[in-house]
């Protein structure tokens, strides 16, 4: 499955593993766009599009206009709001003002930011992660949790069973036995939580919420793998033994975090954890102050979802792409309608950039996304190949004014078989952010060469063959 580390392999994985896939939905259904907009809308057509909620609540139609002319200030308005009104084509999307971002750069600099805002916290403490490996980082954190619940913060813990398979129950046992109250998704053994087994449903999500008011979300598990910076950056440079891998998360304050809080909490209740996770007296009704300027939107998917929200984004934007489209997944292996979206793009001028993986936690993902390079190739897409380092984060960046950062990845597993938080962020404020990150990546990758790629070994290319034919299911 992709998104297992490797220290989770074994016999028992191996079982479930089988069988999450044997059921799996063979991917997710959105129409691509036959025709994206000739022009983008004014500010006041495309501000009656769109819904905005604000620090003091819902924008009037006024106060959106005013808002998309302060986006479309930092340049680009016209790419913006063409984004945007595909968007508003799909559906009417929620999305959140007043909110300040920050990219968070592989393990150490995440879990310095994440344990600051648990140090800080004063009401709730809410962590929902794929994977809470027992090793010093979650030591750490557990003391933290612990220490937190014990000045009466509410903490809770939410993680996946199967994701977290490897780490002995004795670690959440004692957090429960310290009022940090915690719940295992999708149980693994049916008897576990009778009416909530579904061993072909993971919750993939890496999500942190303190107080209602700041939000973390991306790539980055409670695991070892990241308790030291990736190969090219403070692993290499510091001349550190293991480095750990590369991935990105982001930081939320603002409106948006209390959207973030909710899902957690209804995460809780449609898992059947027991007692609502209702939030502290007061948290609900304070006001969210306005933390920033930056415009976002939160997408949470489920398996249950008719189309995948995350998946529709990305073909919808690369579709409706016209500059460029930098895309960096840890795990990449597309269906039909995404390669030619990345391929017609390229094909009418669009800069369009993939950074994969060079090698992996798990490898027949790794080669089911090789056996599209010529395709891509030919079709003028660049691609690269982080080296030294397992490449884990799920980011992209389109036009310079749409970025998301998230748990999903351009698999089919991520889309069809997985609940999945992305992040979207809006304008080129924190797109040149994310395309600065995107080329100090670049640094430490090689560029696949068409000529020497379709020289490649016959043992290669059986790989990526026998990759290819169970594409749908990793």
Excluded at 6 to 32: K, M, N, Q, Y
Excluded at 275 to 282: D, E, F, R, V
């Amino acid at each position: 499955m992709a998104g297992q580390p490797g220290w989770l392999s074994g016999p028992a994985l191996l079982v479930c593993a089988v069988l999450a896939t044997a059921c799996a939905s063979p991917g997710p259904r959105a129409d691509r766009l036959s025709a994206p907009p000739a022009s983008a809308p004014g500010n006041r057509a495309l501000a009656a599009q769109l819904r905005v909620q604000g620090a003091q609540g819902r924008l009037a139609p006024a106060q959106r206009a005013q808002l998309l002319a302060v986006l479309g200030a930092q340049g680009s308005a016209g790419l913006l709001q063409r984004h945007l009104a595909v968007m508003a084509e799909a559906g009417e999307p929620l999305l959140f003002a007043s909110n300040r971002v920050q990219l968070l750069v592989d393990g150490p600099r995440t879990f310095a930011a994440m344990f600051a805002a648990i140090e800080a916290a004063r009401h709730s403490v809410l962590l929902q992660s794929y994977i809470i490996e027992d090793t010093a980082i979650a030591q750490q954190l557990a003391v933290l949790l612990r220490r937190k619940r014990a000045e009466g913060v509410q903490v809770a813990l939410l993680y996946d069973d199967l994701g977290s398979f490897g780490t002995a129950t004795a670690f959440f046992d004692g957090l429960r036995a310290a009022g940090v109250v915690s719940c295992a998704l999708h149980p693994v053994n049916p008897l576990t939580r009778p009416g909530y087994w579904n061993i072909t449903q993971r919750d993939h999500r890496k999500l942190l919420v303190v107080d209602r008011a700041v939000g973390f979300t991306g790539g980055i598990n409670i695991s070892a793998v990241y308790a030291s910076g990736s190969f090219g950056r403070a692993g290499r440079r510091a001349g550190a033994a293991a480095a750990g891998w590369r991935d990105t998360q982001v930081q939320i304050q603002g409106p948006a975090a209390v959207a973030m809080d909710d899902l957690v909490r209804a995460t809780w209740q449609a898992q059947g954890c027991g007692a609502p996770l209702t939030a502290p007296p007061g948290l609900v009704t304070a006001a969210t102050p306005a933390a920033g300027t930056a415009v976002v939107r939160i997408i949470p998917t489920t398996p249950d979802d008719a189309i995948n929200r995350i998946y529709s984004l990305l073909i919808t934007a690369i579709d409706a792409s016209q500059r460029s489209v930098f895309l960096t997944m840890g795990y990449f292996a597309p269906g039909a309608d995404m390669l030619d979206a990345l391929c017609d793009a390229a094909r009418r001028g669009v800069d369009v950039q993939l950074l994969l993986p060079a090698r992996s936690d798990f490898a027949p993902v790794l080669h089911a996304g090789r056996s599209h390079y010529s395709q891509l190739l030919d079709a003028g897409v660049r691609v690269h190949e982080l080296q030294d380092a397992v490449l884990h984060a799920k980011t992209a960046v389109i036009d310079g004014v749409v970025s998301t950062v998230g748990s999903s990845n351009m698999d089919w597993r991520s889309f069809a078989g997985n609940s999945e938080l992305n992040a979207v962020v809006f304008g080129e404020d924190f797109g040149d952010a994310m395309q600065q990150m995107f080329r100090q990546d670049l640094r430490d990758a090689q560029p696949i060469l068409a000529a020497t790629w379709h020289q490649r070994s016959l043992l290669q290319r059986l790989r990526e063959t026998l990759a290819r034919w169970f594409e749908a299911w990793w």
